[in-house]
């Protein structure tokens, strides 16, 4: 009786603390509302199916516990019974399976309108390089790297000489525009996530991922690393900033070429073997 | 063919014809051997009796003690980090040790623990007893396995010891990051954790192969394949499937340690790590990813499949009544430890692989929730117009239902491969695989442990503390996993040494940390309760009957209990039935044991279906 | 136990029906017609094969990066691969001296056999010294690391062989055992050495043809 009873409030509880508790997602601020839209119908079957078979168990405990003058049916099986059984849990799962697919299939397929950002990693912390205005990434390599230039741009691509080099923790992207996230790392796997944006993708060091989202509501987001990558994976994070428009070219202007950045560093390294000389 | 099958159903009508009259030696008569009994090792010294000893049932005995044992500090490490994440101001733990805990955590309780208490403890134990056999195959074999297993957990206990401490790798151990600079343990500890694994491999692959072939052809005289008891299928196929994952796993270690060791480039790619730029070149860190995850993901059904034989046998014979669909779980076992292999870049959709392999692996991932949900079907329905004891392991079998369904739902989510974009590395994900491969499995250990506790010492261990530690365990840790799926959602990430700065996590977050890590002490504490009962009902515990639970199967009809050396006596027993005859209609008892020949038990009747 | 029945006849069986309890109270508790140790090294060389093609995977995906500098050739490997053959042939004859209890040529076949796997291994480590010498190490390069690591898991295995040769050649000298178990442990023996020259033929016909 008390282990039956204990069955059906476990699972009076469970669905109580799904409606009712505090703790639900962030409000969607990309175009992946419709993950949210898979995940409630995954709630939906699951959930149904998780009150079914608790409620059967409880109800079974109740109503054949133990008895010394009773005995068990005796039935090793039903074909009948298991073949239907196997067939709805052959169609709930293909429910649950044909939009994942779906909305997979939006995820990884880019948009040609896409204006290219690149996210730059490192243990740990986070930098940003945008095309410039011919629109292409210059080419990068890890020997490359040095204080001179610390995103390691290939100095021999002209495509690299325009680009916009964002050596800070803060991002801006516009809103209503669909942006490409190109993902580098130097070092070990990241992962750029933002809560809010609900996209998630590894960076691998060696390669270059990606992923895509429009943003659609103007705000201040957190980023975080939700890749493993050491001891201060707790503290990587930056952020995120949808602007509008005007604002954001505001953001953009301040934002200096990799061939000023370059010719700057240059200059400071020989002011100071110039003070080492003295 | 048909002439015989003929002769058979006139066998049978005669047979049935005369059931009410006395039994004739006939229908018990079962053809002479053609296969000579098993030469048996016998122990000299105190040695090899007590420490070396080559008698699988002690082994297995061996293998479950030191499996719990160190399960014990894996325990005692989700205190230290639970504390540290609910009361973050305290400073409980420096960032790096919080992620060694996390990192030995996992690796104990899934390898260590799970692993080695289900195949090397329970297989030892059930295999020889339920198969008829005197002992495994090849006992001397058998000894090494384990004493390989005990220099792996020395080595990997070790790793506390060295400068720089365990590996803080997460139990992942995916390079680069496991084996750089920015990690702890990167140059000690993470080479001793490798180190221990090769030698887990190599003492399991020992192990592994004795179970194989004993249950293949040792089993007892008219024991065949489709009579075992579904705990041997499933211990027997999570050998198999641990035969061919580890290893993937043993290629994931040598090529890492080579890394490490000698400055090779197999998964290192060139990278500059903390402002230093390595000398490696080219390696690809997502081709270890592959392998660890075609290990990794066999190694969930490692340890789920003989859970779910054992569940199955605690359900059937507690409830006594016959195993619903036993063909149908057979074929379950099976298939989900074949499509196991086809199924492990699921852990990896949003690793940076080719993105068009997620179409793939989202399919056969949803698709192994159909046999997995039949197995589910089955167990309630075995409990349909049962007569169910409410003993411990039943108990215990009701929570793991509960909570495996839960896990196994939740899974349904992580799969589809959509889903798990928002998902994937948050704590919805940690929540998940504790439910469906800690709690759940755990709780069929507990079950199994209360059900073969007699058999092994031959007393029952105490009613009254086995059910304040099912209520507290089953209760409290049902208390802690299901909240943390909604953490998940919220969006807080795993792995985090701490989070409570960020905008989008209020309060009550936090509050929710606090009341976890009050259920983990909690829960925690319980398991004191159960080793104290485990221990002490050895001595003071009730002397238990013979075959206390009135089960079929082979393992308790010794004709000493607890099993002597070589289990039979003079002879191996004779095997007429499968283990499931339950209250068949007509019998005189609600049990028939396996060996017990038809003569005895006239009247029983079974319909055709 | 006579009758052979596929894996599926097998798994649809119902065990609880009274013409199916009748056929299985005959079955004699054993699968497959093979003694336990030649099951058992079938399931090892299972396993074994798994661990070497996952090394292959390994290899071919690592080879596409463009890094991979081939490595030379030696003709010594050539050489080795020559004695490794021979070996197996010596064995397959030396199975058959000792099915037909010729005991002097079995037992000198078995030496042959012993000196050859020796020979291969001491071969080996020539080979390993000659690319050191003209600077292959592990770490020059991914494709020099994997032939170090393939031919270093391989000798493993022969060491393994040679292990269980000792203790075969011994009893075989001692007379310690009956005559069909002892053929059965040559055969295992030999068997094993058919596996390992196959599993060399494959790991030298891949890095040959990369």
Redesign the interface.
Same mark, same amino acid.
């Given at each position: 009786m008390i282990?039956a009873l *204990?069955?059906f409030l476990?699972t009076i509880g *469970?669905v109580a603390?799904h409606f009712w *508790?505090?703790?639900?997602?962030?409000e969607v601020a990309s175009n992946?509302g419709?993950?949210?839209d898979?995940?409630l119908l995954?709630f939906w079957i699951?959930g149904a199916?998780?009150i079914a078979?608790?409620f059967?168990?409880a109800y079974?405990?109740w109503k054949? *516990?133990?008895?010394k003058d009773?005995?068990?049916?005796?039935?090793?099986?039903?074909?009948k019974?298991?073949s239907r /059984?196997?067939w709805a849990?052959?169609i709930g799962?293909?429910a /649950?399976?044909a939009?994942? /697919?779906v909305?997979?299939?939006q995820?990884?397929t880019v948009p040609k309108d896409a204006y290219k950002v690149e996210v730059f990693a490192?243990?740990?912390g986070w930098k940003y390089r945008l095309p410039g205005e011919d629109n292409i990434l210059g080419k990068t390599d890890?020997?490359y790297?040095n204080d001179e230039n610390p995103f390691g741009l290939i100095l021999e691509d002209p495509n690299g000489k325009d680009d916009l080099l964002v050596d800070a923790q803060e991002l801006h992207v516009l809103k209503d525009r669909p942006v490409k996230f190109e993902?580098r790392t130097?070092?070990? /796997?990241h992962?750029f996530?933002v809560?809010?944006f609900?996209?998630?993708?590894?960076?691998?060091?060696?390669?270059v991922?990606y992923y895509w989202l429009t943003p659609t509501r103007v705000g201040?987001?957190?980023v975080?690393?939700?890749?493993?990558?050491?001891?201060?994976?707790?503290a990587m994070?930056g952020r995120v900033i949808v602007d509008e428009e005007k604002e954001y070219k505001k953001w953009e202007a301040k934002q200096i070429t990799f061939e000023k950045m370059l010719a700057k560093n240059r200059k400071n390294d020989n002011l100071q073997l110039v003070k080492k000389d003295k | 063919m048909s002439d015989e099958?003929e002769h058979?159903?006139e066998?049978?009508s005669d047979?049935a014809g005369d059931a009410s009259s006395v039994s004739t030696p006939d229908i018990d008569?079962? !053809?002479d051997?053609?296969?000579p009994d098993q030469e048996l090792y016998h122990s000299h010294s105190w040695w090899t009796t007590y420490v070396f000893s080559q008698d699988a049932k002690y082994i297995g005995i061996q293998y479950a003690l030191t499996a719990i044992g160190t399960g014990l500090l894996g325990l005692v490490l989700s205190w230290l980090m639970r504390i540290q994440l609910a009361w973050p101001g305290l400073g409980w733990l420096e !960032?790096?040790s919080y992620?060694q805990f996390v990192t030995m955590h996992g690796m104990i309780m899934v390898v260590y623990l799970l692993t080695a208490l289900f195949l090397g403890g329970f297989g030892n134990l059930l295999i020889p007893l339920m198969?008829?056999a005197r002992d495994m195959? $090849?006992p001397y074999v058998n000894m090494l396995s384990y004493w390989a297993f005990v220099v792996a957990v020395v080595v990997l206990l070790a790793s506390f010891f060295v400068p720089g401490g365990p590996t803080?790798?997460?139990w992942t151990l995916?390079p680069?990051?496991a084996i750089?600079a920015?990690? !702890?343990g990167y140059n000690g500890g993470i080479i001793l954790m490798l180190i221990s694994l090769i030698l887990f491999v190599a003492g399991f692959?020992m192990g592994g192969?004795n179970y194989?072939?004993t249950v293949?052809?040792?089993?007892?005289?008219?024991?065949?394949?489709?009579?075992l008891p579904l705990t041997i299928w499933g211990i027997f196929t999570a050998t198999v499937l641990a035969?061919?994952a580890?290893?993937?796993l043993?290629?994931g270690c040598?090529?890492m340690t +080579?890394d490490s060791l000698?400055?090779?480039?197999?998964f290192m !790619?060139?990278?500059?790590?903390?402002g230093e730029?390595l000398?490696h070149?080219?390696?690809?860190?997502? +081709?270890f990813q592959h392998?660890f995850w075609?290990f990794g993901h066999p190694e969930v059904y490692i340890v789920a499949l003989p859970a779910f034989g054992i569940v199955s046998d605690l359900l059937s014979v507690h409830?006594?009544?016959?195993i619903?669909?036993?063909?149908?779980m057979?074929?379950a076992i099976?298939g989900i430890g074949a499509l196991s292999f086809f199924v492990w870049a699921h852990h990896m959709y949003?690793?940076?692989m080719n993105?068009?392999f997620?179409?793939f692996f989202?399919?056969t991932t949803?698709?192994i929730?159909?046999p997995t949900?039949?197995k589910?079907?089955?167990w309630?329905?075995t409990?349909?117009?049962?007569?169910?004891?409410?003993s411990l392991p039943m108990?215990f079998s009701?929570g793991f239902?509960?909570t495996f369904?839960?896990g196994g739902?939740?899974g349904?989510?992580l799969g589809?491969?959509?889903?798990d974009?928002? +998902?994937?590395?948050?704590y919805f994900v940690v929540a998940h695989f504790h439910m469906v491969m800690g709690i759940a499995p755990i709780l069929v250990v507990f079950g199994a442990i209360y059900h073969w506790y007699p058999l092994v010492t031959g007393r029952m261990m105490n009613e009254t503390l086995g059910k304040i530690h099912f209520w507290i365990t089953f209760?409290g840790s049902?208390a802690i996993y $299901?909240?943390m799926h909604?953490?998940g959602? =919220?969006?807080v990430?795993r792995?985090?040494?701490?989070?409570y700065d960020?905008?989008?996590i209020?309060v009550?977050?936090l509050l929710?940390n606090k009341f976890i890590t009050i259920a983990v002490l909690i829960v925690g504490a319980a398991q004191l309760l159960f080793l104290y009962n485990l221990f002490a009902s050895a001595r003071l515990g009730k002397k238990a009957e013979k075959n206390p639970w009135k089960a079929n199967s082979l393992e308790w009809q010794t004709p000493q209990m607890p099993p002597e050396h070589g289990n039979w006596g003079k002879e191996p027993p004779?095997?007429?039935?499968?283990p499931?005859?339950?209250? =068949?209609?007509g019998a005189k008892e609600?049990y028939i044991p396996q060996n017990q020949p038809p003569s005895e038990i006239i009247g029983a009747k079974?319909e055709?279906? | 136990?006579s009758k052979k029945k596929s894996i599926f006849q097998?798994?649809?069986?119902?065990?609880?029906?009274?013409?199916q309890?009748?056929?299985?109270?005959?079955?004699?508790?054993?699968?497959?017609n093979?003694t336990?140790q030649k099951?058992?090294l079938r399931?090892?060389m299972?396993?074994?094969t798994?661990?070497f093609s996952?090394?292959i995977v390994?290899y071919s995906?690592?080879m596409l990066?463009?890094?991979?500098r081939n490595m030379p050739e030696p003709w010594l490997l050539w050489f080795n691969t020559g004695i490794l053959v021979i070996s197996s042939l010596v064995f397959h004859q030396t199975t058959k001296y000792a099915k037909n209890e010729f005991f002097d040529k079995t037992k000198n076949g078995l030496y042959f056999v012993g000196f050859l796997a020796y020979s291969f291994l001491i071969g080996q480590l020539i080979v390993w010294y000659q690319l050191m010498n003209t600077g292959y190490y592990?770490?020059s390069n991914?494709a020099n690391?994997f032939f170090y690591?393939f031919t270093t898991?391989h000798a493993l295995h022969i060491i393994g062989g040679i292990y269980f040769w000792g203790k075969t050649t011994s009893k075989f000298i001692k007379k310690s055992l009956k005559k069909e178990e002892i053929n059965n442990l040559i055969d295992i023996c030999a068997v094993y050495w058919h596996f390992l020259l196959a599993v060399w033929l494959v790991l030298f016909g891949l890095m040959l043809s990369s």
């Open positions: 282990v *204990s069955i476990i *469970s603390f *508790s505090p703790w639900w997602w962030t992946w419709n993950m949210d898979t995940i995954t699951t199916v998780f078979i608790c059967f168990v079974c405990v054949y *516990s133990y008895k009773r005995r068990a049916e005796y039935k090793p099986e039903d074909k019974l298991e /059984l196997t849990t052959a799962v293909a /649950l399976l939009p994942g /697919l909305v997979w299939n995820y990884v490192y243990q740990w890890i020997k790297i993902l130097i070092d070990v /796997l992962n996530y809560p809010q609900r996209g998630k993708m590894d960076m691998v060091p060696g390669i991922t201040d987001f957190e975080l690393c939700a890749e493993y990558c050491g001891t201060g994976h707790y994070r | 099958y058979k159903l066998a049978k047979y008569a079962v !053809p051997a053609e296969l !960032p790096s992620y198969c008829g195959a $090849f803080g790798a997460g995916y680069p990051q750089t920015g990690t !702890p692959t192969l194989i072939i293949l052809q040792l089993r007892a005289r008219g024991m065949t394949l489709m009579r035969m061919f580890f290893p993937a043993l290629v040598l090529m +080579l000698l400055g090779t480039s197999f !790619p060139a990278m500059v790590s903390l730029t000398t070149e080219g390696g690809s860190p997502i +081709l392998l075609f409830s006594r009544k016959t619903f669909g036993y063909r149908m057979v074929w099976v949003v690793s940076g993105p068009w997620g179409f989202a399919t949803l698709i929730a159909v949900a039949i589910v079907y089955n309630i329905l409990l349909w117009r049962g007569n169910i004891v409410l108990l009701l239902i509960v369904l839960n739902l939740t349904l989510f589809n491969v959509t889903v974009v928002p +998902l994937s590395d948050t209760i049902y $299901f909240p909604y953490q959602f =919220v969006g990430p792995r985090y040494y701490e989070i960020s905008p989008y209020d009550s977050t929710l004779k095997v007429y039935r499968w499931y005859d339950f209250s =068949v209609p609600d079974v055709k279906t | 136990m097998l798994l649809t069986e119902k065990p609880w029906e009274q013409d309890i009748e056929a299985d109270n005959e079955h004699q508790g054993q699968t497959v093979l336990k099951l058992g399931t090892l299972a396993a074994s798994v661990l996952l090394f390994a995906d690592r990066v463009h890094d991979w592990a770490t991914v690391a690591l898991i």
